[in-house]
């Protein structure tokens, strides 16, 4: 199963020849991709009965990716973080079944420390059976001791565009059964093993070469649905364009999705 979205559900005057006249801008969108991504809950909360009416306003089979409120990430930095994360994953849960993946960007100057992130994971884990995916920012969160840690707690590290580091634009971390890659530090052992855990592969291209702004190309198009038609068919992989700023994402997202039904995997 492949998502291809857009880093909210804005529908540029360019490119709304492509959608239903009538509706808002979240069920005409939803008519047309299968999810987005919820970059708004990043900078303010929002109530569960805001989230339960997009999940009203769209399709039975549509998704929703949600990012991590800044409290927990940035301000916080996964320290002391129970109280804002139960207010969170309670705000959300109002998306029901169409709840995706958590998305847990953490900011540029993070870096990995096992112990805070092993006890942050460890709480999300208690509170959380869904699909969880984490972009790292920072150098030291691309090495195999933090790589099994995320692969010991079910959660997946985003592959990101553009980026200083050639690994980060490689799915890592845990890749779902079957498919989870080992370290050069070995195999790990599996955590919550009891209760079954919901996988996603993530990728969050954000244009390259001027990051949010930049348009891909139909190459450059070409060479991401390669990458995510070489995944293997059990996992849930997402596509979400973030180069919103300049409105292309909407564009390279169609362009995505056609190219992926041409060889029937959308």
Not at 101 to 109: A, E, I, R
Request: proline share 5%; glycine share 8%.
């Amino acid at each position: 199963m492949i998502i291809v979205g857009t880093a909210g559900w804005s529908l540029p005057r360019s490119a709304r020849s492509e959608f239903a006249d009538s509706g808002t801008h979240l069920s005409r969108y939803s008519r047309v991709l299968h999810g987005t991504e919820i970059n708004s809950s990043f900078a303010r909360s929002h109530s569960t009965e805001t989230y339960a009416k997009w999940a009203r306003s769209t399709p039975r089979g549509f998704r929703f990716a949600v990012k991590m409120n800044q409290a927990i990430t940035h301000d916080a930095r996964l320290k002391k973080a129970r109280k804002p994360l139960e207010q969170f994953l309670t705000e959300v849960a109002g998306l029901g079944s169409k709840l995706g993946p958590l998305l847990v960007q953490l900011p540029p100057s993070l870096e990995f420390d096992s112990r805070v992130a092993r006890t942050f994971f460890d709480l999300i884990r208690q509170l959380h059976a869904g699909a969880i995916v984490c972009e790292p920012r920072h150098a030291s969160w691309f090495t195999p001791k933090a790589n099994n840690l995320l692969i010991e707690h079910h959660i997946g590290r985003v592959a990101a565009d553009p980026t200083s580091l050639d690994v980060a634009s490689e799915p890592g971390g845990w890749l779902g059964p079957g498919c989870s890659r080992r370290s050069k530090a070995g195999s790990t052992t599996v955590r919550n093993s009891n209760i079954e855990i919901q996988t996603a592969v993530y990728y969050r291209l954000h244009g390259t070469p001027r990051r949010y702004w930049s348009v891909y190309t139909p190459d450059q198009i070409e060479r991401w649905a390669r990458r995510l038609l070489a995944l293997p068919r059990g996992s849930q992989t997402w596509c979400i364009f973030d180069n919103t700023a300049g409105g292309g994402a909407l564009e390279n997202a169609l362009q995505m999705a056609d190219r992926i039904h041409l060889v029937g995997r959308f």
